[in-house]
């Protein structure tokens, strides 16, 4: 899928776009249902990036593209919750 960065409501200098599509693509990357109580349907994703830095990151997709509505690393409850389930998949 393409990534669309168009008008992002964050910095992409503190979170880069490599970063967001390696946390998209990690194959143990957690995915949530989607938020439904809003008009635009949301995704959350926690993934790890290849330089081993750990990202939340709300998305919304089409099916074709994925626009990021936010991403920034995980805290430390989240990042163990992702180390728990990787260590199960795993």
């Known amino acids: 899928m393409e990534l669309d ?11 880069k776009p490599r970063e967001i599509e390696e946390a998209l ?6 995915r949530f249902l989607p938020d439904s109580d809003r008009r635009e349907v949301r995704y959350y994703a926690l993934g ?21 509505i936010a991403a920034r690393d995980m805290t430390d409850a989240e990042q163990r919750f992702y180390d728990r389930k990787y260590a199960q998949i795993k």
């Open 25 to 30: 693509e990690d194959p143990f990357a957690l």
């Open 48 to 68: 790890r990036t290849i330089g081993d830095r750990y990202l939340f990151l709300a998305f919304w997709t089409d099916g074709k593209s994925i626009r990021p």
């Open 5 to 15: 960065l168009i008008d992002v409501h964050f910095d992409l200098q503190a979170v």
